[in-house]
Each structure stands twice: as structure tokens, then as C-alpha cells.
Nanobody, 127 residues
């Protein structure tokens, strides 16, 4: 059974930082591209960042480029999202997701490519 468990969310002031973690089990993580998505109230789920199975290639949304970094540690079955210079518009529930395919290249920014999802972690940013 595949499980993705996010942690690290919370309340932070604008300009602050958070590091989200995603613990994966029940799948061979080092075969899967991983992604982070977010969903704010009343809005659709949107792509934030993704990383290939090897960790060599990453993709981030324009809205977070230069502020957010995705990384992974396959030995620990972990994926991370470092978020710096947070803005109020970053406030959302953040979801970790695993690609349905193995060894996908290029990375997909579409939620439909990711078949496994965590329960989400809330990130709140005060202005």
C-alpha cells in the first residue's frame, strides 16, 4: 500500500521559510518522479515543483522560481520542498505526489500524471 505523508507545514510570517517533508512507503521511490502541488481555498490544485527519479532534473512553477527548491533523498525515501521568502499568496494546502509511471522524463506538471497523493499539509503565511 502506497503511503505519502507530508509534514512541516505551519504558520509563518511573510518573508519567512518552511521546509516541507514527504515520507514515502509502499513504492520504489527511486523509480518515481515526485511532485509538490498546492491548493488554496476556492482555487484549483496547481503545480509547484517536481523532481526526476534520480534527482538530477527539477522543475518549478514560475510563481515560486527562485524561492522554492525541491530535493529528494532516495536512501531515506524522502522528498523535500524548501520554501523561502514566503508570501501570503503561497498560503495553501501542499500535497506530495508520486508519478504513476516509472522513470518519466521529461517531468510532468500535470496532476493527472501523479497517481499517488498524500493527505496534505497546511501552509499559512501572515502579512
Amino acid at each position: 500500500q502506497v503511503q505519502l505523508v507530508e509534514s512541516g507545514g505551519g504558520l509563518v510570517q511573510a518573508g519567512g521559510s518552511l521546509r516541507l517533508s514527504c515520507a514515502a512507503s509502499g513504492l520504489t521511490l527511486n523509480q518515481k518522479a515526485m511532485g509538490w502541488f498546492r491548493q488554496a481555498p476556492g482555487k484549483e490544485r496547481e503545480f509547484v515543483a517536481a523532481i526526476t527519479w534520480s534527482g538530477h532534473i527539477t522543475s518549478v512553477a514560475d510563481s515560486v522560481k527562485g524561492r522554492f527548491t525541491i530535493s529528494r533523498d532516495n536512501n531515506k525515501n524522502m522528498v523535500y520542498l524548501q520554501m523561502n521568502s514566503l508570501k501570503p499568496e503561497d498560503m495553501a494546502v501542499y500535497y506530495c505526489a508520486a508519478d504513476t509511471m516509472v522513470y518519466r522524463v521529461p517531468l510532468s506538471t500535470s496532476a493527472s500524471a501523479y497517481g499517488y497523493w498524500g493527505q496534505g499539509t497546511q501552509v499559512s503565511v501572515s502579512s
